[in-house]
């Protein structure tokens, strides 16, 4: 009986003392995958014994900046993982923990490189990538089918194919036929869509990593050039107010052949209500010149864990855990989440939920990155100078050559505000 009590005393002691020594930490999470978050803390308490508070963010995700400016500045121990867009991390840069150290190398090792690398800035790794989202070019299947087209690799094969599919479908009777939907309102997403032109072309990224500006060359004009003479042929006008759910609202409707936009067009152009259910093909964005990468713009989202953390190593470990291997699995699955590690692109439980990123693997590998990890704090000015500047060459008010010089010379002085 002695050694019965003895052993559950040192079972309850055990328990008692892992309790004791279980910490809790914040986290802030996008509210769309509020419950996915809930799911991984459980996960996490249960394999650790910690536990993690999961705090909403905005709905509109950029407005949580400013609340992470407010927690960053009286350096907060409230808060100990952020959610973070790409295009923050220059700007949150001197705010975050190096994590090289904290997460295994071989953890790290399980991401595409492109999406792993715009974490790192300044010699630190400052956050681990969560999914990936990239430009994708989604297309009719079954038009080119019905003409006898392949899916072009160029941006001057896909014009010519939109243009001869668009006005023999109009000569069969659809008048509201369109060869390409796209992007080109003046707001962040056309820096997306530019970027990815110019990139595509040789023209390169706007900023150097080293922060040169590079925007005046003329393969950044020839390729601005090539998407304004697209305007009111290949596309409608109103193309120069499209954002992403406008142009989507085009393709899906069965009103366009080709369609720019991010992975999550799969899914919404197979719901109810969708005119091309089963009729969409997804391939990687096209080149502008013969041996260059297809050019996706770089989206993803992180975590990171703030400097100024009570609890750095716990929040790292969270970090880890949420961003591993099995987590990417599970958002997969059960949100269609694009995984940032590499073999679950060939997973056939993902497969099956996002059949195309089988063949779209080298899109997500040669993603273009924009500028904002040299830029930092300056980022929204700097893009918002761009496509400022590229919405005026596309509505033809600016020439590309003229404009991309003038633009050179303002991006000089604004990316020393960083």
């Not at 390169?204 to 003329?218: L, M, Q, R, S």
């Not at 409707?253 to 080709?258: E, I, L, W």
């Amino acid at each position: 009986m002695l050694k019965k009590c003895l052993a559950a005393a040192a079972v309850y002691a055990g328990l008692w003392a892992g309790a004791a020594h279980a910490e809790t930490i914040s986290v802030f999470c996008a509210p769309t995958e509020f419950e996915l978050c809930t799911k991984v803390a459980d996960a996490w308490k249960a394999k650790t014994g910690n536990e993690a508070k999961i705090n909403k963010m905005p709905a509109l995700l950029d407005d949580a900046i400013p609340i992470y400016q407010q927690l960053l500045a009286a350096k907060s121990k409230d808060i100990d993982v952020l959610f973070l867009d790409v295009i923050w991390l220059g700007m949150f840069k001197a705010n975050l923990l190096d994590l090289k150290s904290m997460i295994p190398q071989a953890d790290q090792d399980k991401h595409f490189a492109s999406t792993l690398n715009a974490a790192k800035l300044d010699g630190n790794l400052v956050a681990m990538p969560a999914y990936m989202d990239v430009g994708l070019m989604f297309y009719r299947k079954d038009l080119l089918e019905k003409y006898g087209k392949q899916p072009p690799k160029t941006w001057d094969e896909l014009a010519a194919t939109a243009k001869e599919i668009q006005e023999k479908e109009r000569a069969a009777g659809n008048d509201k036929m369109w060869g390409y939907a796209w992007q080109a309102k003046s707001y962040e997403g056309l820096t997306c869509d530019a970027i990815e032109l110019i990139a595509s072309n040789g023209g390169g990224t706007i900023i150097a990593d080293d922060g040169k500006v590079t925007i005046d060359n003329p393969q950044a004009a020839e390729a601005i050039e090539k998407a304004k003479g697209w305007i009111g042929s290949i596309s409608p006008e109103g193309v120069l107010n499209y954002d992403e759910e406008a142009s989507r609202a085009v393709f899906e409707s069965g009103d366009a052949v080709f369609h720019r936009n991010w992975p999550y067009v799969w899914g919404t152009s197979h719901k109810e209500g969708s005119s091309v259910i089963d009729k969409v093909g997804v391939m990687p964005l096209p080149v502008g010149k013969d041996g260059q990468k297809s050019s996706g713009c770089l989206g993803p989202m992180y975590y990171g864990v703030s400097k100024y953390s009570a609890k750095p190593q716990v929040a790292a470990d969270f970090v880890n855990f949420i961003t591993g291997t099995d987590m990417q699995k599970m958002r997969a699955v059960e949100a269609t989440l694009n995984p940032s590690i590499q073999s679950l692109y060939s997973d056939p439980d993902v497969l099956e939920k996002i059949p195309f990123l089988k063949d779209n693997q080298q899109a997500f590998a040669d993603s273009a990155v924009r500028p904002s990890g040299y830029t930092g704090t300056s980022y929204n000015r700097v893009s918002q100078a761009f496509y400022r500047s590229t919405h005026d060459m596309l509505s033809g008010s600016a020439d590309p050559k003229e404009g991309f010089a003038s633009l050179a010379k303002r991006l000089e002085k604004l990316k020393e505000s960083r």
